[in-house]
């Protein structure tokens, strides 16, 4: 089950005005690694036009491991607004600590270039209506809502 691919799908039942996504993974990481894909498609299209030409780390912890994605899509969504980068999640690590989770990503990208991606919507924030990360039978899953 370790092997599996994270996967991602999007939702038009959820919200009208806004983007919505349901990711599944075997493991954690790849959960979060998958929303982090399904984020990031909201806004661009191909993922793979995304090059890797400058680096971030990214940091956050939380003591509820559904905190610590919203954390961690919004650190993605302010790198896009604060720096112009669209990143994609190489490596990811997610630790158990006393006071609750800590993650620590590498992220790769580069400037947002219009006439080279092929941009659809500018999404704003995370919200946290219907926002869950629920560990299944199968892994993990998660439900999330764009504010675009």
Request: charge should be negative; hydrophobic fraction near 45%; glycine fraction near 4%.
């Amino acid at each position: 089950m370790k092997n599996q691919t994270p996967e991602y799908h999007y939702l038009d039942d959820i919200a009208i005005a806004d983007a919505a996504f349901e990711a599944k993974s075997a493991d954690l990481e790849g959960l979060f690694r998958a929303a982090a894909d399904a984020t990031m498609n909201v806004m661009v299209d191909p993922l793979d036009s995304i090059r890797n030409e400058t680096s971030r780390r990214i940091r956050v912890a939380d003591d509820a491991l559904d905190m610590l994605l919203f954390q961690f899509l919004q650190e993605l969504i302010y790198f896009k607004d604060a720096e112009d980068l669209l990143l994609r999640v190489a490596d990811l690590r997610i630790d158990e600590t006393p006071d609750g989770y800590a993650l620590d990503a590498n992220a790769f990208g580069e400037t947002m270039d219009v006439a080279r991606h092929r941009m659809h919507v500018d999404v704003k924030a995370v919200t946290l209506h219907r926002f869950r990360v629920e560990k299944t039978g199968k892994g993990w899953e998660t439900t999330v809502v764009l504010d675009i």
